[in-house]
C-alpha cells in the first residue's frame, strides 16, 4: 500500500492540475474588448491600437482621394476608403481621437450615405462619445448627407483631450449565411470635430 502513494501523490497533483485549466478556461483573465468579442459575442467591433493622433477642427477623408488617412483614426469596424468613402463593417464601429487642445464644447459634423440595399432604403445611426449618447441620424442612399451633433459636456469631461466615438447600426443587413461582422450600413466620406466658440 505504502508503495503507491506516490502514484496516488501524482494523479492528485495531475487531477489539480486539470482542474485549474478547466476553472482557468471557464473564467479567462482577459481585456473586456476581447471578452466582448470572441466570449460573449456581444460586439462585432474588436477595438484596435490606433493612435488616434488629432489637430481639433482638422477634416479628416474617408475617401481614397489621397490613400488612407482615416487609419490612425479607425479603431474597429470599417474598411479600407474607396473613392466613395469608408464602409462600415458589422453592427458597431469606433473613431479614436486624441488631441492635446482643451475644448469644454465640441461639435460633431461628418458627411456620409447608406449602403444601396432595396430593401432597406435608410439606416439608422445612434451616435456616443466616450459612452454618452451624442444623437440619432437617419442616412439614405440617394445621396451623401451632412449631419452636426453637439458633443455632450459630460462626454467631454470624462476623458479630457480624447473623443471614442461609436456608431451602432440597429437596420445593418447582410446576405444570409453571412457573420454578424460583415453586415453593412453606412459609407462615411469625411468626419471633423470642431471647437466652438467660448
Given at each position: 500500500?505504502?508503495?503507491?502513494?506516490?502514484?496516488?501523490?501524482?494523479?492528485?497533483?495531475?487531477?489539480?492540475?486539470?482542474?485549474?485549466?478547466?476553472?482557468?478556461?471557464?473564467?479567462?483573465?482577459?481585456?473586456?474588448?476581447?471578452?466582448?468579442?470572441?466570449?460573449?459575442?456581444?460586439?462585432?467591433?474588436?477595438?484596435?491600437?490606433?493612435?488616434?493622433?488629432?489637430?481639433?477642427?482638422?477634416?479628416?477623408?474617408?475617401?481614397?482621394?489621397?490613400?488612407?488617412?482615416?487609419k490612425p483614426?479607425?479603431?474597429?469596424?470599417?474598411?479600407?476608403?474607396?473613392?466613395?468613402?469608408?464602409?462600415?463593417?458589422?453592427?458597431?464601429?469606433?473613431?479614436?481621437?486624441?488631441?492635446?487642445?482643451?475644448?469644454?464644447?465640441?461639435?460633431?459634423?461628418?458627411?456620409?450615405?447608406?449602403?444601396?440595399?432595396?430593401?432597406?432604403?435608410?439606416?439608422?445611426?445612434?451616435?456616443?462619445?466616450?459612452?454618452?449618447?451624442?444623437?440619432?441620424?437617419?442616412?439614405?442612399?440617394?445621396?451623401?448627407?451632412?449631419?452636426?451633433?453637439?458633443?455632450?459636456?459630460?462626454?467631454?469631461?470624462?476623458?479630457?483631450?480624447?473623443?471614442?466615438?461609436?456608431?451602432?447600426?440597429?437596420e445593418a443587413?447582410?446576405?444570409?449565411?453571412?457573420?454578424?461582422?460583415?453586415?453593412?450600413?453606412?459609407?462615411?466620406?469625411?468626419?471633423?470635430?470642431?471647437?466652438?466658440?467660448?
Amino acid at each position: 500500500m505504502f508503495k503507491r502513494l506516490p502514484a496516488y501523490g501524482l494523479i492528485a497533483v495531475f487531477a489539480a492540475f486539470e482542474i485549474a485549466v478547466l476553472w482557468l478556461a471557464l473564467h479567462p483573465d482577459v481585456p473586456e474588448d476581447y471578452r466582448a468579442y470572441y466570449i460573449d459575442q456581444s460586439t462585432t467591433c474588436l477595438n484596435q491600437p490606433v493612435t488616434g493622433e488629432y489637430r481639433l477642427g482638422q477634416v479628416i477623408d474617408f475617401t481614397a482621394s489621397e490613400g488612407d488617412l482615416s487609419k490612425p483614426f479607425k479603431a474597429c469596424g470599417w474598411k479600407g476608403p474607396s473613392k466613395e468613402g469608408t464602409d462600415a463593417v458589422g453592427e458597431t464601429s469606433r473613431l479614436r481621437f486624441i488631441f492635446p487642445q482643451t475644448a469644454p464644447s465640441l461639435t460633431l459634423q461628418f458627411e456620409a450615405i447608406a449602403v444601396d440595399h432595396p430593401e432597406t432604403p435608410t439606416q439608422t445611426v445612434k451616435v456616443l462619445a466616450n459612452g454618452v449618447p451624442v444623437g440619432e441620424v437617419t442616412i439614405d442612399q440617394s445621396a451623401p448627407q451632412n449631419f452636426k451633433l453637439a458633443i455632450p459636456a459630460e462626454a467631454i469631461a470624462a476623458m479630457p483631450g480624447r473623443i471614442e466615438l461609436r456608431f451602432d447600426y440597429p437596420e445593418a443587413f447582410a446576405p444570409p449565411g453571412i457573420a454578424n461582422t460583415y453586415k453593412r450600413s453606412i459609407k462615411l466620406l469625411w468626419i471633423t470635430l470642431q471647437p466652438n466658440p467660448a
